[in-house]
């Protein structure tokens, strides 16, 4: 599913212009955006989490030649679903 699929679902379930359906997705996702690099957590009820880690630096090698290297440390993103939604997922399945 892309953006414009979710700006299409927006439109027709909830009667929005596409504009206006286009304007509620992209606020939406800055929103969003805005707090994951502030750092904070994303908790969508019934739908997940969204979490920026901290990985520090380690030691790792030049696979070609064997050469040992620092990997820097980053940040990174997980998401970890809702029991809703993997019970949801689970039942699909089924």
Do not use: H
């Not at 920026?52 to 993103?77: A, C, D, F, M, Y």
């Amino acid at each position: 599913m892309t953006k414009a699929d979710i700006i299409a679902r927006i439109y027709e379930k909830v009667g929005f212009s596409k504009k206006e359906a286009t304007d509620v997705v992209e606020a939406t996702f800055e929103i969003i955006k805005g707090r994951l690099e502030k750092g904070e957590k994303v908790k969508i009820s019934g739908f997940g989490n969204f979490v920026v880690n901290s990985k520090r630096p380690r030691k790792g090698r030049n696979p070609q030649t064997g050469e040992e290297i620092v990997i820097v440390g980053r940040r990174v993103l997980t998401f970890k679903p809702s029991q809703i939604l993997k019970k949801g997922l689970n039942s699909i399945s089924s």
